[in-house]
T-cell receptor
Framework: DSGVTQTPKHLITATGQRVTLRCSPRSGDLSVYWYQQSLDQGLQFLIQYYNGEERAKGNILERFSAQQFPDLHSELNLSSLELGDSALYFC???????????FGQGTRLTVV | GENVEQHPSTLSVQEGDSAVIKCTYSDSASNYFPWYKQELGKGPQLIIDIRSNVGEKKDQRIAVTLNKTAKHFSLHITETQPEDSAVYFCAASYKAAGNKLTFGGGTRVLVKP
């Protein structure tokens, strides 16, 4: 158990809908990263937050947004969902300014 | 930005043999190189990492080597066991990029009993 908690584990929704994925980082970790893993694909960096502020942005679509709250948990919002958004979404957390990152178990999103 | 390439994409070894996975990176500023193991239905699990001021690191049956000049690093697993079967990812990061990890494409390792 990495100490990073993601909910829900599975999510099935229809095209055009909006969903929110939640991540609770390890106790004390200030950095949260979001990654997308499509079927048989590698891990694509989406966005990073550090102590509530956006730190780095990757290949994140405009339909996607994220935030990190004062209690350090983070949410990834995906809207106007398309079939191609079906993937595993992972959250990782890291102490202070980064380096070692610990991943959660992921949320499997299926868009039908 | 950083680009990490990983080879091979699949690797089949006999139990007890060694497995080697190689990665190259493009940005000389990268200074942290972790390796993750991902089992089916689970999140990536950190198994070993190395920083740019170290050339080699070992942890029981797992070792990682880093060649900064050539910009490549490798994972070595000795005496492989069936439970080593998984997908392995290498990654690289550096502080100026927020320490975000850029991952290689992954290597699916199958250890045959």
């Amino acid at each position: 158990d990495s100490g990073v908690t993601q909910t829900p584990k599975h999510l099935i929704t229809a095209t055009g809908q909006r969903v929110t994925l939640r991540c609770s980082p390890r106790s004390g970790d200030l950095s949260v990263y979001w990654y997308q893993q499509s079927l048989d694909q590698g891990l694509q960096f989406l966005i990073q937050y550090y102590n509530g502020e956006e730190r780095a942005k990757g290949n994140i679509l405009e339909r996607f947004s994220a935030q990190q709250f004062p209690d350090l948990h983070s949410e990834l919002n995906l809207s106007s969902l398309e079939l191609g958004d079906s993937a595993l979404y992972f959250c990782a957390s890291s102490p202070t300014s980064g380096g070692i990152a610990f991943f959660g178990q992921g949320t499997r999103l299926t868009v039908v | 930005g950083e680009n990490v390439e990983q080879h091979p994409s699949t690797l089949s070894v006999q139990e007890g043999d060694s497995a080697v996975i190689k990665c190259t990176y493009s940005d000389s500023a990268s200074n942290y190189f972790p390796w993750y193991k991902q089992e089916l239905g689970k999140g990536p699990q950190l198994i070993i990492d190395i920083r740019s001021n170290v050339g080699e690191k070992k942890d029981q049956r797992i070792a990682v080597t880093l060649n900064k000049t050539a910009k490549h690093f490798s994972l070595h697993i000795t005496e492989t066991q069936p439970e080593d079967s998984a997908v392995y990812f290498c990654a690289a990061s550096y502080k100026a990029a927020g320490n975000k990890l850029t991952f290689g494409g992954g290597t699916r390792v199958l250890v045959k009993p």
